[in-house]
């Protein structure tokens, strides 16, 4: 079993910034991509950011140039920089990742979600 736990969530200002962190723990052999999904009220979940084993990143349009994703392959631990925040960043944002268990298992895993709201 692997577990995701999102922190970092809270109330912010438009213009301000939060940092999202995102630990993975369990029965953990390997972890290929990380990455933050979001959603808003009413909305489906989409993509926000996701990067590879080496480094390798990819953001929603809406999220370049203002998100900054990293993680700490020997921590097992994702990071979410954002931002120049906008009320319409306001939503829920969930961790995820891919994990290979010790038994050789793929896992698509994530968290529970850590409520973000960007209001003044």
């Known amino acids: 079993q692997v577990q995701l736990v999102e922190s970092g969530g809270g109330l912010v200002q438009p213009g301000g910034s939060l940092r999202l962190s995102c630990a993975a723990s369990?029965?953990?052999?390997?972890?290929?991509?990380m990455g933050w999904h979001r959603q808003a009220p009413g909305k489906q979940r989409e993509l926000v950011a996701t990067?590879?084993?080496?480094?390798?990143?990819n953001y929603a349009g809406s999220a370049k140039g203002r998100f900054t994703i990293s993680r700490d392959n020997a921590k097992n631990t994702v990071h979410l920089q954002m931002n120049s925040l906008k009320a319409e960043d306001t939503a829920v944002y969930y961790c995820?990742?891919?994990?290979?268990?010790?038994?050789?298992?793929?896992?698509?895993?994530w968290g529970q979600g850590t409520l973000v709201t960007v209001s003044s």
């Open positions: 990067i590879s084993s080496g480094g390798s990143t």
């Open positions: 369990g029965n953990i052999y390997s972890i290929n991509y």
């Open positions: 995820n990742a891919g994990v290979v268990a010790h038994t050789g298992k793929y896992l698509g895993v």
